[in-house]
C-alpha cells in the first residue's frame, strides 16, 4: 500500500465515532523503517479558526483496522 492511498482514506476515532480527518504526513523509525505514527490534519469540513494547525499524531498501534475507505484507530 503506498502512502497516498492512505492519504485517500477517512481517519475514524472509534472510541467517539467522529472523523478526525485525513493523513497528511507519516513519522518512519529512521533505524527499521517502521511506520511509528500517522500525522492527522483536521477535517476540513468542520474546521473553525480555532483549530487549525493542530494536527492529531496517531501512534501505529492505536490503528485497529485499515479498509477500503476508512482507517478505524482508538483514540482517548
Request: no cysteine; glycine share 6%.
Amino acid at each position: 500500500m503506498r502512502l497516498s492511498d492512505l492519504q485517500s482514506k477517512d481517519i475514524v476515532n472509534t472510541t467517539d465515532g467522529r472523523n478526525i480527518g485525513n493523513i497528511i504526513d507519516v513519522k518512519i523509525d529512521e533505524k527499521t523503517g517502521a511506520i511509528l505514527s500517522l500525522v492527522v490534519e483536521p477535517n476540513k469540513k468542520v474546521m473553525s479558526f480555532m483549530n487549525r494547525g493542530m494536527d492529531t499524531e496517531v501512534a501505529w498501534n492505536n490503528i485497529e483496522r485499515i479498509g477500503e475507505d476508512v482507517i478505524l484507530v482508538r483514540l482517548h
